[in-house]
T-cell receptor, first 119, second 116 residues
Framework: DTGVSQNPRHKITKRGQNVTFRCDPISEHNRLYWYRQTLGQGPEFLTYFQNEAQLEKSRLLSDRFSAERPKGSFSTLEIQRTEQGDSAMYLC?????????????????FGPGTRLTVL | AQTVTQSQPEMSVQEAETVTLSCTYDTSESDYYLFWYKQPPSRQMILVIRQEAYKQQNATENRFSVNFQKAAKSFSLKISDSQLGDAAMYFCAYNSPTSGTYKYIFGTGTRLKVLA
């Protein structure tokens, strides 16, 4: 188990360009989350997948943002027509939804993040 | 809406000493979980300790322990025998099964410096 991986680790782009980030969760995890972290702030929730279904999107996720998780495995987050305000660290996390047993606190495991800089 | 507040942007502690990081939260839910995450300079967040709201006993993990005051909605982290490797950003986080998604709500973090 190699944990949650994210690629690329760093991305520098010019304003107006499109960018796509990839997240590979822990293999058996069926829940996947995207968060955005700006400098000096805690991570903020963007969107959530359970398997391949996108079940919740934050109002932070404008129309320029789209996320997918085909086949319930890896996920991609695309930002179209990037703006300087999109500069941030984009974090992916995964967890396992337990269907039985003791109550689940749903511990999330985080990837190293993708740092986006929009010039 | 649920909120998490960390009022200490930065804390310092001498190596081998004890430090306490503060966190308060607001929720109307009765079933929830609280977490402390550590984010070293490499930026990958790792779980330090968690607390289930229904448990009265404070969680402990080696040198890390919490003081969970449910009525006061306070959840502080105590680090004993501080080590240089403890230097990092520490985030307090909340989630609840009521949301259905168990998404985290984070505080703004406390930067911990450990002085040799």
């Amino acid at each position: 188990d190699t944990g949650v991986s994210q690629n690329p680790r760093h991305k520098i782009t010019k304003r107006g360009q499109n960018v796509t980030f990839r997240c590979d969760p822990i293999s058996e995890h069926n829940r996947l989350y995207w968060y955005r972290q700006t400098l000096g702030q805690g991570p903020e929730f963007l969107t959530y997948f359970q398997n391949e279904a996108q079940l919740e999107k934050s109002r932070l996720l404008s129309d320029r943002f789209s996320a997918e998780r085909p086949k319930g495995s890896f996920s991609t987050l695309e930002i179209q027509r990037t703006e300087q305000g999109d500069s941030a660290m984009y974090l992916c996390a995964s967890s396992l939804r337990r269907t039985s047993g003791s109550p689940s606190y749903n511990e999330q495991f985080f990837g190293p993040g993708t740092r986006l800089t929009v010039l | 809406a649920q909120t998490v507040t960390q009022s200490q942007p930065e804390m310092s502690v001498q190596e081998a000493e004890t430090v306490t990081l503060s966190c308060t939260y607001d929720t109307s839910e009765s079933d929830y979980y609280l977490f402390w995450y550590k984010q070293p300079p490499s930026r990958q967040m790792i779980l330090v300790i968690r607390q289930e709201a229904y448990k009265q006993q404070n969680a402990t993990e080696n040198r890390f322990s919490v003081n969970f005051q449910k009525a006061a909605k306070s959840f502080s982290l105590k680090i004993s025998d501080s080590q240089l490797g403890d230097a990092a950003m520490y985030f307090c986080a909340y989630n609840s099964p009521t949301s259905g998604t168990y998404k985290y709500i984070f505080g703004t973090g406390t930067r911990l410096k450990v002085l040799a």
